[in-house]
């Protein structure tokens, strides 16, 4: 049986996040590697990152 620690949260700061890697699973800029974002963050148990840039802020 697999089982996935990663789930789709629909509030997770991930989601909103201008750091986020599409391209690797479960990583962004300061967790750059596969499954690399801790997964309390992931699946929003954590709603602190202090990696955290909100999506369209960046660019402004």
Known sequence: MIVD???VK???I???CE???NAIAHSCKA???KDGVPVKIW???VLKCPYFMQKGIADQ
Do not use: W
């Open 19 to 21: 750091n986020k890697n």
């Open 5 to 7: 620690k990663y789930l």
């Open 31 to 33: 967790y750059p590697y």
């Open 14 to 16: 991930c989601r909103q």
């Open 10 to 12: 629909i509030n997770s």
């Open 43 to 45: 699946n929003a148990e």
